[in-house]
């Protein structure tokens, strides 16, 4: 049938006695294309009553009476058929009734001009287009309400659920999806507080701005559907143009046009490349998605990537720079990988989960043998780059705090895919062939992909493409929110990332990673020299210190000793190297650049300098070597000042005995502080013990 009615009966409870609703269904080639239900709830889903009816219906098919379109079982009754339905309705019907009547009784009217008439309950046309029925009005009113209440009352967590449910839809295939995204963000446009915060030159909250990255990261993946019609592409551009040009459209790095452009983002290039930065348009929250919209599918190559396991060429020489294939014949796709991981996620998102997963291992090869190259690379500048103490910023973008949250992408994509479970099985079942039973949400080795390296795994893939992007030579972005977004996604990477149990063959990725991070130059932000303005390393190092000290001490040690630096407070340090050609340098030469998040990243400093202090116990040489690092490194009064009270209690902590070389640690930060204090000694054991007040 093509329509479906009933009543549905809702049992009396202790305070409301039993309610009776009428519900009413049209359905179109498999989906339900309208409701209607007596009982008056509003909300962006079904009632209860409307999907109570819609299961009855499937759970007892034999149980409801089928019935002939009415077109085709009336024919000579029609007339008293009408005639009894305006009765029954005269006061609805009678005006439409008299003008239809009127109209028909017109041989020059439009109805007389059609072969027929339309009859509801024989279904569509089959050139009709059909979609899932789609509340609009009540989605606008939910979200205006969530707006209204300005992140109180769980608001912020209600819109999150709407960008789930959209992206469930696109996950789907239900052509909903893009409708009810351009529902959300017209009321988000519409939010008067754009424009006041926009005449106030105040920025807005935190988790507002959150959501509106998530607007633009959907959107991302809505034009870049693989499978959308040149028409739906069209119309999205349209609109997404529009809202671009509105005054108040969020700008992407959360600025306010008081700051400075942000450098990350990728240079204009042809006729305007040499336009001055500062006239330049801000990039707004939407403009990725309309950059993304020239992005097309038709490459062959990648065409083979996503769609078969065994696309390779084992007889291809892994020797230009822009190789198709690598050293094992593995596939591999050179594109800004910021973009590359977004066809990653669309793919995820429309639900090709398996095409998804072929691209991010091409992306992730792509990756690991640029790294090498730039190695190669390196160590055959390295004596000249050395002897000038400069350096540059290779990347325009950094990874870790993109917009596009690519690593993040990456990661997630590959963890999905070792995460042992029945969705996962069915929905990767091409590349787990022949896997027993295993315990759900437990962290697999499952074999990847059979021209990776003996011994990968979704798993040791997923951990090694976050490290290269953690280490990532990066340049520290200008305003508030987008240095705050850096250091937020670094440590939710990181924190992910702690959840993983490591075993021998993960430990191998650390080891390789710490080492190509410490002799890979400019690529890299633990590289011998690195430009004053780079992002500092100090979380990142602090996992890896802690991570590889079980295993490898002293690479540990280096790797978090190379970590203390923090250029931009050195009075000295060089502007950088202009004759690169995809140099960043400051604005304005040796200027004091407006890190906001300094203070934050101080005192992530003083945590690796306490970690490694604490580490260090008991290893006269390597608590030498950690207080010069302090000394040379740290800044602040007050975190030096912390870090010989850490040293202090370290060194005397009632398990043990005192230790003294600790003591001089905690006695040299602390003169290094306060040059005129009180020292109080007490023969105890006879050891000496410092206090200074």
Same mark, same amino acid.
């Given at each position: 049938g093509?329509?479906?009615s009933?009543?549905?009966?809702?049992?009396?409870m202790?305070?409301e006695?039993?309610?009776?609703?009428?519900v009413?269904? @049209?359905?179109?080639?498999?989906?339900?294309?309208?409701v209607?239900?007596?009982?008056?709830?509003?909300d962006?889903?079904?009632?209860a009553?409307?999907?109570a009816?819609?299961?009855?219906?499937?759970?007892k098919p034999d149980? &409801?009476?089928?019935?002939?379109?009415?077109?085709?079982?009336?024919?000579?009754q029609l007339?008293?058929?009408?005639?009894?339905?305006?009765?029954? #309705?005269?006061?609805?019907?009678?005006?439409?009734?008299?003008?239809?009547a009127d109209?028909?009784?017109?041989?020059?009217?439009?109805?007389?001009?059609?072969?027929?008439?339309?009859?509801?309950?024989?279904?569509a046309?089959?050139?009709?287009?059909?979609?899932?029925?789609?509340?609009?009005?009540?989605?606008?009113?939910q979200?205006?309400?969530?707006?209204?209440?300005?992140?109180?009352?769980?608001?912020g967590?209600?819109?999150?659920?709407?960008?789930?449910?959209?992206?469930?839809?696109?996950?789907?295939?239900?052509s909903?999806?893009?409708?009810?995204?351009?529902?959300?963000?017209?009321?988000?446009?519409a939010?008067?507080?754009?424009?006041?915060?926009?005449?106030?030159?105040?920025?807005m909250?935190?988790?507002?701005r959150q959501?509106?990255?998530? /607007?633009?990261?959907?959107?991302?993946?809505?034009?870049?559907?693989?499978?959308?019609k040149?028409?739906q592409?069209?119309?999205?551009?349209?609109?997404?143009?529009?809202?671009?040009?509105?005054?108040?459209?969020?700008?992407?790095?959360?600025?306010?046009?008081?700051?400075?452009?942000?450098?990350?983002?990728?240079?204009?290039?042809?006729?305007? *490349?040499?336009? $001055?930065?500062?006239?330049?348009?801000?990039?707004?929250?939407?403009?990725?998605?309309?950059?993304?919209?020239?992005l097309?599918w038709?490459?062959?190559?990648?065409?083979?990537?996503?769609?078969? $396991?065994?696309?390779?060429?084992y007889c291809?020489?892994?020797?230009?720079?822009?190789? /198709?294939?690598?050293?094992?014949?593995?596939?591999?796709?050179?594109?800004h990988?910021?973009?590359?991981?977004?066809?990653?996620?669309?793919?995820?998102?429309?639900?090709?989960?398996?095409?998804?997963?072929?691209?991010?291992?091409a992306?992730?090869?792509?990756?690991?043998?640029?790294?090498?190259?730039q190695?190669?690379?390196?160590?055959?500048?390295k004596?000249?780059?050395? #002897?000038?103490g400069?350096?540059?910023?290779?990347n325009l973008?950094?990874?870790?705090?993109?917009?596009?949250?690519?690593?993040?992408?990456?990661f997630?994509?590959?963890?999905?895919?070792?995460?042992? $479970?029945?969705?996962?099985?069915?929905?990767?079942?091409?590349?787990?062939?022949?896997?027993?039973?295993?315990?759900?949400?437990e962290?697999?080795?499952?074999?990847? #992909?059979?021209?990776?390296?003996?011994?990968?795994?979704?798993?040791?893939? *997923? &951990?090694e493409?976050?490290?290269?992007g953690?280490?990532?030579? !990066?340049?520290?972005?200008?305003?508030?929110?987008?240095q705050?977004?850096?250091?937020?996604?670094?440590e939710?990477?990181?924190?992910?990332l702690?959840?993983?149990?490591? $075993?021998?063959?993960?430990?191998k990725?650390?080891r390789?990673? *710490?080492?190509?991070?410490?002799?890979?130059?400019p690529?890299s932000?633990?590289g011998?020299?690195? #430009?004053?303005?780079?992002?500092?390393?100090?979380?990142?190092?602090?996992?890896?210190?802690?991570?590889?000290?079980?295993?490898?001490?002293?690479?540990?040690?280096?790797?978090?000793? !190379?970590?203390?630096?923090?250029?931009?407070?050195? @009075?000295?340090?060089?502007?950088?190297?202009?004759?690169?050609?995809?140099?960043? *340098?400051?604005?304005?030469?040796?200027?004091?650049?407006?890190?906001?998040? /300094?203070?934050?990243?101080?005192?992530?400093q003083?945590?690796?300098?306490?970690?490694?202090l604490?580490?260090?116990?008991?290893?006269?040489?390597?608590?030498?070597?950690?207080?010069?690092?302090?000394?040379k490194?740290?800044?602040s009064?007050?975190?030096?000042?912390?870090?010989?009270?850490d040293?202090?209690?370290?060194a005397?902590?009632?398990?043990?005995l005192?230790?003294?070389?600790?003591?001089?640690?905690?006695?040299?930060?602390?003169?290094?502080?306060?040059? /005129?204090?009180?020292?109080?000694?007490?023969e105890? !054991?006879?050891?000496?013990?410092?206090?200074?007040?």
């Amino acid at each position: 049938g093509f329509h479906l009615s009933g009543t549905v009966t809702e049992p009396a409870m202790q305070s409301e006695p039993e309610t009776v609703c009428n519900v009413a269904i @049209s359905f179109d080639r498999c989906k339900i294309t309208s409701v209607t239900c007596s009982c008056g709830n509003k909300d962006i889903f079904y009632c209860a009553h409307v999907v109570a009816l819609s299961l009855y219906r499937i759970r007892k098919p034999d149980q &409801v009476k089928l019935h002939l379109p009415i077109s085709e079982t009336l024919l000579d009754q029609l007339q008293k058929f009408v005639q009894y339905l305006i009765t029954v #309705h005269h006061t609805e019907v009678l005006p439409t009734a008299q003008k239809l009547a009127d109209e028909i009784l017109s041989q020059n009217s439009e109805i007389n001009q059609v072969h027929g008439a339309p009859d509801p309950t024989a279904g569509a046309s089959i050139d009709d287009e059909n979609c899932w029925h789609l509340d609009e009005e009540q989605v606008q009113e939910q979200v205006k309400l969530f707006l209204s209440q300005g992140g109180y009352h769980g608001s912020g967590k209600q819109l999150n659920l709407l960008f789930a449910k959209v992206r469930e839809m696109l996950k789907m295939r239900d052509s909903n999806g893009a409708r009810m995204l351009t529902l959300i963000t017209e009321q988000f446009m519409a939010d008067p507080r754009l424009a006041l915060w926009r005449q106030q030159g105040t920025a807005m909250t935190d988790k507002y701005r959150q959501l509106w990255d998530e /607007l633009g990261a959907l959107w991302m993946c809505i034009v870049l559907n693989p499978h959308c019609k040149l028409e739906q592409k069209a119309s999205w551009l349209k609109q997404l143009k529009k809202w671009n040009s509105v005054d108040v459209c969020p700008w992407e790095d959360g600025n306010h046009g008081n700051e400075l452009p942000n450098l990350t983002n990728a240079l204009p290039q042809g006729a305007n *490349a040499n336009q $001055d930065s500062s006239n330049r348009p801000h990039r707004t929250v939407f403009t990725r998605a309309i950059e993304a919209c020239d992005l097309h599918w038709q490459d062959s190559h990648l065409q083979h990537i996503i769609s078969s $396991d065994l696309y390779t060429n084992y007889c291809y020489h892994d020797d230009t720079e822009n190789s /198709l294939f690598d050293s094992h014949g593995g596939p591999l796709w050179h594109e800004h990988v910021p973009t590359a991981c977004a066809r990653v996620d669309a793919l995820r998102s429309h639900g090709y989960p398996r095409e998804a997963l072929r691209l991010a291992i091409a992306i992730v090869n792509t990756l690991r043998r640029q790294q090498q190259k730039q190695l190669e690379t390196f160590r055959a500048q390295k004596k000249e780059l050395l #002897h000038r103490g400069v350096t540059s910023i290779t990347n325009l973008e950094g990874w870790v705090g993109h917009p596009l949250d690519p690593i993040g992408t990456l990661f997630s994509s590959l963890m999905e895919a070792c995460r042992v $479970d029945d969705e996962s099985f069915h929905g990767f079942s091409d590349f787990m062939e022949n896997m027993g039973q295993c315990k759900s949400l437990e962290y697999q080795h499952l074999p990847a #992909h059979k021209f990776l390296e003996e011994g990968e795994s979704y798993l040791t893939l *997923a &951990v090694e493409v976050a490290l290269i992007g953690l280490g990532q030579q !990066r340049i520290m972005p200008d305003g508030l929110y987008a240095q705050e977004k850096v250091c937020r996604n670094e440590e939710q990477l990181i924190s992910k990332l702690q959840e993983i149990e490591l $075993d021998d063959t993960l430990v191998k990725i650390f080891r390789k990673q *710490a080492v190509f991070l410490l002799e890979a130059g400019p690529y890299s932000g633990l590289g011998e020299v690195i #430009h004053r303005e780079s992002v500092p390393m100090h979380t990142f190092a602090k996992y890896l210190f802690t991570s590889l000290l079980p295993h490898d001490a002293e690479l540990a040690y280096k790797t978090a000793l !190379r970590a203390m630096r923090l250029l931009v407070l050195e @009075s000295t340090a060089p502007s950088g190297d202009m004759s690169r050609p995809h140099h960043i *340098a400051s604005v304005v030469p040796n200027r004091y650049p407006r890190w906001f998040t /300094l203070s934050h990243i101080e005192s992530q400093q003083c945590e690796l300098a306490s970690t490694m202090l604490t580490a260090a116990k008991g290893d006269v040489r390597r608590l030498e070597t950690v207080l010069e690092s302090i000394q040379k490194n740290i800044h602040s009064s007050s975190h030096i000042f912390k870090l010989a009270q850490d040293a202090f209690k370290i060194a005397t902590l009632m398990d043990s005995l005192p230790d003294i070389t600790l003591l001089k640690v905690s006695l040299e930060l602390g003169l290094q502080v306060f040059p /005129l204090f009180t020292i109080i000694t007490l023969e105890e !054991r006879n050891l000496t013990q410092c206090w200074w007040v």
